[in-house]
């Protein structure tokens, strides 16, 4: 089996289905992207590399640095961080408050919105110079020197962010929020701004399928048991209430974001991400769930 061809021959057969999906319009910078891109880059432990596409294009992570987030928190505060957040799939979309309530202002998970704000205020709380801090953790993840916030995506998320802001004051009223939440907010919308390509995040991501090390500097960063952990929250949480249906079809743990971006992992073998702005109904990209469906399913490389 080789794996360049069959990336090339299922990007090439997904790149010509009809899109069915719609560019995110809530947050309104995520609109100026060509909804056309699609780009797909696969790194491998066994150091393959291969792209194809507009896999050197840098898009907005968005939730996808949740799961970065959570690593660098879960480094901070070990298990004491699961008292503050569980690590059930909630079953509901990425911004929804109703859980919330009844279960006392915790959230199910750490890649829902309440989840990801809690594991934000956990950063603030613990680093010193938050910002230049996380974006050292992911220059030392990453091969790539050129990871940067978008001032303009985080300005763009920040105007319409009511459900957010919501979302993290109903936290603070469980006191479930340290800090400030503006600057719980302001942290957040700066995390989900990152701008990265698809070869710079199968890259990236190869620490979980390394368990917890880099592969290009064999450094580590979290321990096995949380690397486990982790590849077990992607895989039942990543994709919010498709999670179940990204399992069922792909087979990997993995996490979307609204950016139109898709990383999925499969452990001791490889990182994949895939880019392609329109998303489906779940706000999960149309054609990288197609994509990666197809790919898991000619090269028998699912978890399953
Ligand atoms: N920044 C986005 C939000 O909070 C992230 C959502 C996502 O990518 N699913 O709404």
Redo the contacts with the bound molecule.
Sequence with gaps: MDIKEIVQSVFDRTKGIEDKGKLASYIPELKNVDPDSFGVHISTTNHLNFGVGNYHDKFSI??IVKVLSLAMAYSLLGEDLWHRVKVEPSGTA??SLVQLEVENGIPRNPFI?AGALVVTDVLLSNLNNPQQDFLDFLKNLSKSNSIAYSNKITAS?KKVGYR?AALCNFLKSFHNIDNDPTDVLDFY?KM?SIEMSCEELSQLFLFLANGGCTLHKNSRIITRSQTKRINALMQTCGFYDESGDFAFRVGLPGKS??GGGIVAVHPKEYAIAVWSPPLNQK?NSYKGMRFLEEFTTRTELSIF
Excluded: D, L, P, R
């Design positions: 968005q939730s990425f911004n919105n998320e957010n919308y989900c974001g609204v706000g």
